[in-house]
């Protein structure tokens, strides 16, 4: 069952209800739902808000996961997520989604909201991989939010054999760098 405070089309109301209610400042959008606009916007709603687009067989990763962890404003405009079962799936690409084949190992994922998300020490070190601006700017604001998890990012990292590894281990050390001068600077 899903959260009380998520509003699907189609589920309890209609898109037209819902486009109502929105114009009369009742709910807000968040993700591919609705939510109150006085409620507030937590991770468990912003998974849940992906729960028709994920099911229980897909994971959100990558910018998806930063976003429901709380480090970026918006849901991106395409959604990555990845195989969390161990068996193939049959997906149809869809234009909203980067569909990932490879399974994630069921240690890196946390259920969220009734969603599969990549817990945040995973999510650090695959953007981090990824290594363009707008993936590294995520990477900086979660391992802002979350200094451990950029540790065990870093430890993760070390400890195995990934593709873009060295320039993710780079990225990752210099972002941990930066975050802890700033610490030190406001504590001194």
Known sequence: MGSPFLYFADDRLSSAELTAACLDGHLVSLGDAYMPADAVETRAL???SLTPTL?????ATHLTAA???GALPAPPARHTVQ????????????RQLVYRDLAVA?????????V???SPERTLADLARVGDAEHTRAARLL???DLDAASRAIIRLEAGALPHKRAALTC???IVAGLQEDVTRYTS
Do not use: F, K, Y
């Not at 099911?55 to 994971?59: R, S, Y």
């Open 55 to 59: 099911g229980d067989t897909l994971a």
């Open 67 to 69: 976003w429901i962890h």
């Open 46 to 48: 912003r998974a849940g």
């Open 106 to 114: 069921t240690a890196d994922l946390q259920l969220i909201g009734g």
């Open 172 to 174: 990752l050390r210099q």
């Open 116 to 118: 599969l998300v990549t």
């Open 83 to 94: 195989r969390a079962v161990p068996r193939r799936l049959h997906v149809v690409p869809h």
């Open 143 to 145: 391992a802002g939010a």
